[in-house]
């Protein structure tokens, strides 16, 4: 499953309701002559400020070139609902209305509402601290007592910043490898943050830990399409393995990173010849040992490395094992077993574990660059724990009860109308619902905020970068629109056919004659044969948005 993005907009006019009678009538105003059929949609002439259809097409939409409509109005999209709001940020005019208050599901959009809540409360610079607590004295360099690393939502923890301090992200990243091909990883070392601690820890003193070593994962708790949402985050939760191919007949080889210790591998995927298709499953947990993972299927000789990736149901156990090796790497010798399963339940009180001494301290990445790494990459669980966070900063820790009211608080005071949106996640999986005039005004309010174009920066890039790094490449719209995209994907097995839930694209753009636009483009319910389909819906949208930026 994939997912989309928010917010609002003004405007005036909407899509008229089905008239249904008998017969049928002819319709006559100026140069406008209308065929009403029994069943179709009757459109007053008159108002040239509405919508027009003939029944199942979209004839006009005032503002809106004839070009996009040619795109709308494509078979695939012939059951679906099209649902558009364009407003000029500079003068507040409304210049696309297409059902703009009338609510649809947006997939990962919804993350424009909850980094966006992040952003408005914390600012771009905001940053947390990771620490890691003593318990216990020290003598002749053995801590006589624990560590206790205590995890605080740290997005990255490190391993993904760039030598000039900015995040790292693959245009098709490794949260997204096992649905989609092409995923791949980037080049940092995924442990940096927990080698920099442990440095830390023995430069301290401690070269013995007679005691064990504890991840504290209670600041808050939330799970997120059946997967836990911790304040611990290693690699994103996940283990890498990449697949690449050998010659025709022989086995493909694979590394599993990051490499940590109990850990393997059982690979059963074997080289094909070149051309053929590669089908390489996702990493299942062996019947014969629970720290082996099976990859099985096969991969064309001549194809790149796939990814695949595993995600950890215990992942403070996960950390807990790469901070005990991070320590041995950095000469601190830990007694504990480090393949033990975390023991949370020997943490003394929260109270009284904030109250340790702190040997070691992670400073995260701004929260700029956290955010542009959920945003051009859609991280679901980044976007969720961003909603971990808030919740904490007011003093809940329940992320699934409370957290969703906390960042709704926040908009609010912000200034939007919030009953433009019915959210359940911060990350846009099903059940969510927006109207498009909600999500312009989410821009236009980020709008006149002095950091502005950082906000903008953080969304993908029309052509450029992110989930819209192949989309309208050659148009001459790229490079000038930025956006969040959104994706729900489902099946329809009556028909043996893929069901595009959603696809929305909204943002901000600067047209070709310079005006500052905020814009939201959302179409529900198209079918495809394949997932090609789905890519090519994802161009399409993109495509409506260069011809409203060329014609503007």
Sequence with gaps: MIAGQPNSGEGAARMRRPEFGRGVSVLTAGAVTMLLLTGCVAADANDADVPVWDGTTLVSVPGLPDEALEVMNQPQFSSGRWSISVEDLDTGETLIDLDAEKLAEPGSFVKTYSAGAAWVKWGPDHTVTTPVKQSGEVSAGTLDGDLVLVGQGDLTMGGRTKDDGTVSFANLDHNDANPLPGATLTPEDPLTGLDELAGQVKASGITTVNGDVIIDDRLFEGTLAEQPITPIVINQNLLDVLVTPGEAGQPATAALTPAVGKWTLDLQVETVPAGEESKVSAPKVSASDPNTLVVSGTIAADADPVLRVFEFDDP??????????????????????????????????????????????????????????????????????????????????????????????????????????????????????????????????????????????????????????DVQKDSPAAGKVYAKTGTLVGGDAFNDRLRLATKTLGGVMQTESGRNLAFTIIVNQGFYEGMPGVFEANDNVGQVAAIIQQAY
């Design 316 to 469: 403070s156990t996960f950390a807990r094992t790469a901070f005990i090796e991070a320590l041995e790497r950095a000469g601190v010798t830990v007694s504990a077993d480090p393949f033990a399963e975390n023991p949370t339940s020997a943490l003394p009180e929260w109270d009284a574990v904030e109250a340790l001494p702190a040997v070691a301290e992670l400073e995260s990445l701004p929260l700029a660059e956290e955010i542009t790494y959920v945003m051009k990459v859609s991280y679901n669980r980044g976007a969720q724990t961003l909603i971990c966070r808030l919740a904490v900063d007011a003093g809940k820790n329940d992320c699934d009860e409370d957290g969703m009211g906390v960042a709704q608080a926040i908009w609010a005071e912000a200034g939007l109308d919030t009953t433009g949106a019915s959210l359940v996640d911060g990350s846009g999986l099903e059940g969510n619902y927006i109207t498009p005039k909600n999500a312009v005004q989410i821009q236009s309010l980020m709008a006149e905020r002095p950091d502005a174009e950082r906000w903008r920066d953080t969304m993908p890039i029309l052509g450029v970068d992110g989930s819209l790094a």
